[in-house]
């Protein structure tokens, strides 16, 4: 029976209705339970919604977030955002949660799901490929083949939707949309074009579902006064709102990809040779900004540095670093003198001269509230700008006039959500911590290992975590997770085990990771190992998954750009940088990894994490306080009885 509470608004007594044992959903769901904690979360959804206060609420696993913000979010009848961290909980929502709920409540609310320009088939990019086809290899040919089948029956052209074609296939990123490539009404697909008119029904819809990033795109547009891509809303809802934060240091700051500059060359070497054969200095002057170009990269991975500032202090780098924005400036004057000859060309201009002036902005590194982080990826690289601070810059998008919420099931620190509302600037928002209902203390039991050597990367580290591993593996007769914070871990473990454990082994890099989990619950007794990617959005539930291993605390490397520079800010604030940026940041990672383990009302399971510093450190208790309620044990022994126990 759910307790009592003081609803006084309409919108809270069809709450409150909704949820009661005789309810909505107690008569559309045969399973439904009322929960406590999930009525409350609704009511505190439901007051934030008619009072025009925003509210971050921590909902722990098994508490029913989903349906807590949906259901009132529905019956206001305001014009409602929801923005989630994952593709999967993105088409969860609205193929699955939200069909059923307007089924249920009978309300017709006009929808729409709207995802980055990525998930689109761009026609024009599959025309131009089956242009040349003949002169592409078999296995791209049949590739082609079935997406132009699929393109022809497709309503969306949405590329989750191709089932004919791997996901992990290189083709499909050759025919799908880009910002780099769109060429706008220009385009002879334009009126057909899929991501056009996902757009369009979204302006149209009532309740939008998109991701995090492409809100934040939206709202900067909106700031920019460029054309829009989502409705004003009364009421946005972040799900999966710890990851709000690093989307917004994205979002905020700026990325030079070194592999865009490279492709806009390439486009004007092509421009020449195919249209303006007059101008062979377009191709000399693109040839030279490729070599100059090249030479720099090869230079910053010999200087192996992650931070600018320390570029700009080798005289030799900084020196060759302007000689190339040279370079990029006088290809820019030229291609600026041909102007309105080519349609090509003209686009090209634009989006060189904008990232040129990007890397002088870069190169002269003046923002000392910034992190200026260089960040190799192959024959390329990725030029970052992050700022340090994004309360303000959050305070001002955040407006009035809009009910912000925040869900997370990994949010609270030391059981406080202020760490999360500070960095995002809500200190003034109401803030609720609802805890799971699941009866962790008797489904679950934690254990770090007596006698660990001291937290590192030596051979005695990695002989320990794997005697460790092939204990627990055995005991819970594979169905184990084994989560990394370094890929150097990873590889020495996975090479000791392969050798030493019967149970089928799923290493991270040897397949997509979708295809690694459905692998892995195909098995039934699999091995997965992992590092960041797999510590959060996963979904096993029941006796697939009985054990997850974690090697070490998941503190931030002191080395990164972006927390040397945080750090320093910090220390300038007089502030310890350890306890407000890399502790929190530590416990939020925790949690998401611990998360993996219980994710039913019947599931239980063994954590155990190979590093004693949560118990012999006194900023151990910071974990351990925002970590569920688990039995907790130093005796391995006692863990692997429980192992066994799960039949």
């Not at 962790?440 to 934690?446: D, I």
Request: glycine fraction near 4%.
């Amino acid at each position: 029976m759910l307790k009592e509470s003081n609803v006084t608004t309409r919108l809270q007594k069809e709450v409150q209705l909704a949820f009661s044992p005789t309810g909505a959903l107690a008569r559309g769901i045969h399973s439904y339970r009322p929960r406590q904690s999930q009525y409350d979360m609704a009511l505190a959804v439901s007051d934030a919604i008619d009072q025009k206060h925003n509210v971050i609420l921590e909902a722990g696993t098994g508490v029913g977030k989903t349906y807590a913000y949906l259901i009132p979010a529905l019956l206001s009848g305001k014009q409602i955002i929801i923005s989630t961290g994952s593709k999967n909980l993105q088409e969860q929502l609205f193929f699955k949660d939200l069909p059923l709920l307007l089924k249920m409540f009978s309300v017709a609310p006009k929808t729409a799901l709207l995802k980055g320009r990525s998930n689109y088939l761009c026609q024009l990019k599959l025309d131009k490929n089956l242009q040349q086809i003949s002169q592409m290899p078999p296995k791209v040919v049949d590739e082609l083949i079935k997406i132009n089948q699929w393109a022809s029956v497709t309503k969306d052209g949405d590329i989750g939707n191709l089932t004919a074609v791997a996901e992990n296939s290189a083709t499909i990123a050759t025919v799908t949309s880009t910002k780099e490539t769109c060429t706008g009404k220009r385009c002879s697909f334009y009126d057909d074009c899929f991501n056009r008119k996902a757009k369009i029904k979204a302006q149209d819809a009532k309740v939008v579902v998109v991701n995090h990033h492409l809100f934040f795109a939206d709202r900067l547009l909106k700031d920019t006064g460029f054309a829009e891509l989502l409705p004003d809303a009364d009421v946005v809802v972040f799900d999966e709102a710890h990851l709000v934060p690093d989307v917004c240091i994205n979002y905020f700051g700026q990325q030079i990809p070194t592999r865009e500059l490279d492709r806009l060359l390439h486009r004007i070497i092509e421009v020449y040779r195919n249209e303006l054969r007059d101008t062979i200095q377009l191709e000399q002057l693109s040839q030279r900004c490729l070599i100059k170009l090249a030479s720099w990269q090869n230079d910053l991975i010999d200087a192996d540095v992650s931070d600018w500032r320390q570029v700009i202090s080798n005289k030799s780098l900084a020196s060759s670093s302007w000689e190339l924005l040279k370079e990029f400036n006088l290809l820019t004057q030229v291609i600026t003198e041909h102007v309105g000859r080519s349609e090509s060309l003209d686009d090209i201009v634009v989006k060189l001269s904008t990232l040129v002036a990007n890397l002088y902005s870069y190169f002269e590194c003046n923002d000392s509230n910034a992190a200026y982080s260089v960040e190799p990826s192959g024959q390329h690289t990725m030029l970052r700008i992050s700022p340090i601070n994004i309360a303000k810059q959050c305070q001002q998008l955040f407006d009035k006039q809009t009910q912000w919420i925040f869900t997370s099931a990994t949010l609270q620190v030391n059981r406080q959500l202020t760490h999360f509302a500070d960095e995002m600037g809500l200190s003034k928002a109401k803030q609720m911590i609802l805890d799971s209902p699941f009866d962790y203390p008797n489904q679950a039991m934690f254990c770090v290992p007596r006698h660990l050597a001291k937290s590192g990367q030596s051979a005695a580290n990695v002989n320990q975590l794997v005697d460790v591993c092939i204990q627990a593996i055995n005991a819970a007769q594979g169905r184990t997770f084994i989560l990394f914070t370094s890929h150097q871990m990873l590889q020495q473990v996975a090479i000791a085990l392969q050798r030493r454990v019967q149970y089928p082994l799923l290493v991270q890099g040897s397949a997509s990771k979708q295809s690694l989990l459905n692998k892995f619950r195909q098995l039934g007794n699999g091995v997965l190992l992992g590092t960041s990617s797999f510590w959060e959005g996963v979904d096993v539930r029941g006796r697939l998954l009985s054990c997850v291993i974690i090697d070490k605390l998941p503190f931030v490397s002191p080395d990164d750009t972006l927390y040397r520079a945080r750090a320093a800010n910090a220390e300038r604030s007089n502030k310890d940088p350890f306890a407000s940026i890399s502790l929190p940041q530590a416990v939020i990672s925790l949690k998401q990894g611990v998360g993996r383990l219980i994710r039913d009302e019947k599931d239980r399971g063994v954590l155990i994490l190979c590093d004693n510093r949560i118990v012999n450190k006194a900023y151990g208790e910071a974990f351990i306080n925002s970590l569920p309620p688990m039995h907790r044990t130093r005796d391995l022994d006692k863990a692997l009885s429980f192992l066994k126990s799960i039949p």
